[in-house]
């Protein structure tokens, strides 16, 4: 059974303050690992893709490293835009056939002015 | 283009009433899911549909029926909710990218039981 942990469970940050978000996951074969932007009363929003470790991608103030047992997503010089809660999710070659994403519980990032 | 979009957004139901959530993409994907997300569960699918025809159970089916109509739409039904189905439900469709089906969801439905 895919599963993912994502830390911390609650983040605030000053306007600037560089800092990381963890997801940790197990799977059996990794498909692809997935982060999300969620803002409050909408649906997740598409920011990476990571198919294999040591690939890494950036976005504006976004970067998203992966190894074989976890991911980072590093966010520079946030500003309060960038407030929403960040979900990680795994997609492996389960056994059961299901297409989905295994998500994590999210992280709720607060970035003050 | 619209993308996926939910209907709708807000429904209170009585224990026992039954209902259906539709949703529909115009992007031409294969794939549709229907997840439910509750304070500290995090997002848990309750069915998905590879392919128009085709359906499938996720984590959590118990209580849920759904029909994919066509490559578009694909619906979830609640036949007799209870107030543990409360929630808010997302749907979402997907493309295949080197390897890896990339989601894009909708906007929500919330649904409250009485």
């Known amino acids: 059974e895919d599963q993912v942990t994502q830390s911390p469970e609650a983040l605030r940050l000053q306007e600037g303050e560089s800092s990381s978000l963890n997801c940790s996951y197990t799977?059996?074969?990794?498909?692809?690992l997935f982060w999300y932007r969620q803002d409050p009363g909408k649906g997740p929003e598409f920011l990476f893709t990571l198919y294999s470790a040591g690939e890494e991608k950036e976005k504006e103030r976004l970067k998203a490293t992966l190894t074989k047992k976890e991911s980072f997503l590093h966010i520079t010089a946030p500003k309060p835009e960038d407030s929403a809660t960040y979900l990680c999710a795994v997609q492996g070659y389960s056994g059961g056939g299901a297409d989905g994403l295994t998500f994590g519980k999210g992280t709720h990032l607060i970035i003050q002015p | 283009n619209a993308g996926v979009t939910q209907t709708p957004k807000f429904q209170v139901l009585k224990t026992g009433q039954s209902m259906t959530l539709q949703c529909a993409q115009d992007?031409?994907?294969?794939?549709m899911y229907w997840y439910r997300q509750d304070p500290g569960m995090g997002l848990r699918l309750i069915y998905y549909?590879?392919?128009?025809?085709?359906?499938d159970k996720g984590e959590v089916p118990n209580g849920y029926n759904v029909s994919r109509l066509n490559k578009r739409e694909f619906s979830l039904r609640l036949e007799s909710a209870a107030p543990s189905q409360t929630s808010v439900y997302f749907c979402?469709?997907?493309?295949?990218?080197?390897?890896?089906?990339?989601?894009?969801f909708g906007a929500g439905s919330r649904l409250t039981v009485l």
């Open positions: 799977v059996s074969g990794l498909r692809g």
């Open positions: 549909s590879a392919s128009e025809g085709t359906t």
């Open positions: 992007m031409n994907h294969n794939s």
């Open positions: 979402a469709s997907s493309f295949r990218s080197s390897g890896a089906n990339v989601l894009t």
